[in-house]
């Protein structure tokens, strides 16, 4: 299995606990769509990271990846102190940074 490269940053970023390096990943005006919570801009992501991923010290195991076009996805089985369980995450590209970041059940 080739893993699509914005999967093994956003892996990378989230498992080392680096916001930093997580918002770099997104274009100015990208946004995260969290169960239907949508947060837009890199303020308004980083705020959501805080309390839902990065800040609760998430980590993911990768089950499956795939790309097609502007579009990957992984499924990831979410660890940390906050949500526990599999989640779906997909990602629209725009020039090579994400534009939308979609997470889903399995």
Not at 1 to 18: F, L, R
Not at 52 to 68: D, M, N, P, T, W
Request: charged share 25%.
């Amino acid at each position: 299995m080739t893993t699509p490269s914005i999967v093994s940053a956003v892996i990378a970023a989230v498992n080392a606990g680096d916001t930093d390096a997580f918002l770099a990943l997104f274009e100015e005006t990208g946004s995260v769509d969290d169960w239907g919570d949508v947060y837009r801009g890199k303020t308004e992501i980083r705020a959501w990271s805080d309390r839902e991923l990065i800040g609760v010290k998430a980590r993911f195991i990768l089950r499956a990846s795939e790309q097609r076009g502007d579009e990957a996805s992984m499924q990831v089985d979410v660890g940390g102190n906050g949500f526990n369980g599999p989640s779906r995450f997909t990602f629209t590209m725009k020039d090579g940074r994400i534009a939308k970041m979609l997470i889903t059940g399995e």
